[in-house]
C-alpha cells in the first residue's frame, strides 16, 4: 500500500498552498494524517481526521491548515494558508489502520 503526496513548492510568506495524497480505497477507514519534518528536527504532527471526521491540528498550524477528504476521489488534502518561513519542511502524507503507512515527502518552501 502506497500514499503518493504532491502539491509542494516554494512559496511567499503569507501565501497559500495545497497538498494532496492519493489513499488507496483499502484505507478508506484509516485515520489519515499529515506530518512534517523540517531540517535538524523531528517529524511532528501536523494534522490529522479520523473517519468519523474528528481533527486535531499542531498547534502552530491551528486556524491556518485544514484538512479534509473526499471518499469520491480517494483523496486527503491539507490546505495551508497564511504560511510562514517556519513552515518550511518537508511534508508527509500519514495513514493508520492498524499500521503505519507513510507517503513519499513533498517539500514546502516559504521564503521571499
Known amino acids: 500500500v502506497q500514499l503518493q503526496a504532491c502539491g509542494g513548492g516554494l512559496v511567499q510568506p503569507g501565501g497559500s498552498l495545497r497538498l494532496s495524497c492519493v489513499v488507496p480505497?483499502?484505507?478508506?477507514?484509516?485515520?489519515m494524517g499529515w506530518y512534517r519534518q523540517a531540517p535538524g528536527k523531528q517529524r511532528e504532527l501536523v494534522a490529522s481526521?479520523?473517519?468519523?471526521?474528528?481533527?486535531n491540528y499542531g498547534d502552530s498550524v491551528k486556524g491556518r491548515f485544514t484538512i479534509s477528504r473526499s471518499y469520491a476521489q480517494s483523496m486527503v488534502y491539507l490546505q495551508m494558508n497564511s504560511l510562514q518561513p517556519a513552515d518550511t519542511a518537508v511534508y508527509y502524507c500519514?495513514?493508520?489502520?492498524?499500521?503505519?503507512?507513510w507517503g513519499q515527502g513533498t517539500l514546502v518552501t516559504v521564503s521571499s
Open positions: 480505497r483499502t484505507l478508506n477507514n484509516a485515520v
Open positions: 500519514h495513514a493508520k489502520k492498524g499500521i503505519h503507512y
Open positions: 481526521l479520523t473517519g468519523a471526521g474528528g481533527t
